[in-house]
């Protein structure tokens, strides 16, 4: 196979053939009079300053022309016959292949600061009583921590202090507790030695208003500890605030009903308030079942 154009043109003797006059006519917008002969094509391999005076001056401006082109295509073929060195190659490679840096950086991971649990009843009632976390500090006649026993195996978790409660400083008093020692009670239970009761937050917030997230988390230490100091071998919490608080979840209470969840390993059963009782009478047939059902899980694991 010919090298060059040159050694291509001058392969065919005195002339080239027709169908390789077309394809280079047309590839390189080459002047067809430029290849009708071997004299013309040796000129297009020779300097300007030396062509044949018998040309005319329009045929030396076209065949300067073309020794351009030709001396172009030449180097063209020379640059794609020689291989580029590997350290090239790599460098281009590293050029195409390495991703682009990212524009935004990867956000921090989300970290949570918890206090440490209060392993004595001693300071958990000091600090409890002193505590000044939140806002709902300003307006309590008590703090609010528990009542029954210490050493119970059942544990009952409500919402936060009533009127009544912020009084006398016992969780889940007047008609609400009224209601709750009968349901206990029709457990077979005593609810001042067998049960132990306790209110999701120690305060009362104001104008009967619900506390707010930040005020949950606040009271969250004593509740905790409470838990770990009683080690109790059932929960059960009344009304939806207590629950989706513990197991960390927003579903609404009857979907969170009859099923056993866990809290660390415990047992948890959900449950109405007193107060939904109260003002709802037909959610007793649901909460007694509720109780049922969680009589039925301590015997299981008992």
């Known amino acids: 196979m010919a090298k060059t154009i040159h050694d291509l043109l001058m392969g065919n003797l005195w002339q080239p053939r027709p169908e390789q006059i077309q394809q280079l006519q047309d590839k390189f917008d080459l002047a067809r009079p430029a290849l ?11 300097p300007a300053t030396i062509i044949n005076a018998n040309l005319s001056a329009s045929s030396t401006t076209a065949l300067a022309h073309n020794v351009k082109i030709v001396a172009a295509l030449e180097n063209t073929q020379e640059s794609v016959q020689k291989k580029p060195s590997a350290p090239a190659l790599e460098q281009r490679k590293a050029k195409l292949f390495t991703p682009p840096a990212p524009t935004t950086a990867t956000p ?92 999701l937050v120690k305060c009362r917030p104001l104008d009967t208003r619900n506390p707010t997230a930040e005020e949950i988390s606040c009271c969250s230490t004593y509740l905790m500890s409470q838990i770990n100091l009683i080690k109790p071998q059932i929960i059960i919490t009344l009304g939806s605030e207590a629950a989706q608080t513990l197991l960390n979840l927003t579903t609404a209470i ?49």
């Open 254 to 302: 009857n979907k969170l009903r009859q099923q056993i969840h866990y809290y660390h390993a415990i047992p948890l059963i959900v449950t109405y308030h007193p107060d939904d009782l109260l003002r709802s009478a037909h959610l007793k047939k649901g909460a007694w079942e509720d109780l049922q059902f969680a009589l039925r899980t301590f015997q299981e694991l008992n």
């Open 108 to 199: 921090p991971p989300i970290t949570t600061k918890t206090k440490p649990l209060i392993d004595n009843w001693h300071t958990l009632v000091n600090t409890a009583s002193n505590c000044e976390e939140c806002n709902l500090w300003q307006h309590r006649t008590h703090v609010v921590i528990e009542r029954g026993n210490r050493q119970a195996k059942w544990m009952f978790i409500g919402k936060w202090s009533s009127e009544q409660d912020d009084l006398q400083a016992q969780p889940i008093l007047g008609s609400a507790g009224q209601l709750l020692d009968k349901m206990i009670a029709a457990m077979q239970l005593n609810p001042e030695n067998e049960v132990y009761i306790t209110n």
């Open 36 to 46: 009708s002969s071997l004299k013309t094509i040796a000129a297009l391999r020779t």
